[in-house]
């Protein structure tokens, strides 16, 4: 199996446990579970966010930058969003 696929794998393994980790802490019930998965989503995100960095400076994982324009346009139209 090539590298990428297998890295590939994994990234979307993570994805799935951060929301299932997610979705652990927006459904318990006492502060204690929540705080246990809240603590488990975050260091799935710190895993996540390697993974993807590595990814991305192999080339594998490529993103493409949005024009400030539009950026710009996205900002305005949520500014009001409360």
């Known amino acids: 199996m090539q590298d ?3 890295m590939d794998n ?3 393994s993570v994805k ?3 929301d299932l980790m997610m979705h652990g802490a927006i459904e318990s019930s006492t ?3 929540n705080n246990t998965f809240k603590t488990a989503l975050n ?3 710190c895993i ?3 993974l993807y960095d ?3 400076q192999k080339g594998w994982y490529p993103s493409q930058s949005a024009p400030q324009q539009q ?3 996205t900002k305005q139209k949520y500014s009001g969003v409360s």
Do not use: R, Y
Request: glycine share 0%; proline share 4%; aromatic share 0%.
């Open 71 to 73: 950026i710009d346009s």
């Open 16 to 18: 799935s446990v951060c």
């Open 10 to 12: 994994i990234l979307t």
């Open 54 to 56: 590595k990814m991305a």
């Open 31 to 33: 502060p204690n579970v």
């Open 4 to 6: 990428k696929v297998i």
């Open 43 to 45: 260091e799935c995100l």
């Open 48 to 50: 996540q966010h390697e």
